[in-house]
């Protein structure tokens, strides 16, 4: 790596170094987005999310569309089970504490029961694709900003 030394007034620094081809560096668009979001009160940041927010997408959807429409994918087919599994624990709840025998109550909610425990095995599963997809989206993304 190359140095160039500054000279102070009249006599040469030879503890300052700096690098050549500094002064020609831009901050990336990304950069300043994330700087100005880091320095922002709750308000200002819930208004700067969706300039953030577009900008990540446009860089992820630069690097790889397929990678990037696959995990947005993945993560909707996610909340879509959250979304059944809670539904599911709520027709379990409407079961369990209807009118009549305790025995007979928990035989009629079993198979509200097996979807709960079915979605939340697939939200698992499904979380575990987004983390595999977000594994090598997220190098490549970092490579190209």
Avoid: H, N
Avoid at 2 to 20: K, M, V, Y
Avoid at 26 to 36: D, G, S
């Amino acid at each position: 790596m190359r140095f160039r030394r500054r000279a102070a007034a009249g006599s040469p620094d030879r503890s300052a170094p700096t690098l050549i081809g500094v002064d020609d560096l831009t901050t990336p668009k990304w950069a300043k987005v994330m700087e100005e979001v880091g320095g922002s009160s709750a308000a200002q940041l819930f208004r700067g999310a969706p300039a953030a927010l577009r900008v990540l997408v446009s860089l992820a959807w630069r690097t790889s569309p397929r990678l990037t429409l696959l995990a947005a994918a993945v993560e909707l087919i996610a909340g879509c089970a959250t979304a059944f599994g809670l539904l599911a624990t709520a027709q379990v709840l409407t079961q369990l504490l209807e009118q009549g025998p305790t025995p007979q109550r928990v035989l009629a909610a079993l198979p509200a029961l097996a979807l709960v425990m079915g979605s939340y095995a697939a939200r698992g599963l499904l979380d575990s694709a987004v983390g595999a997809v977000q594994a090598v989206l997220a190098p490549r993304v970092e490579q190209r900003a």
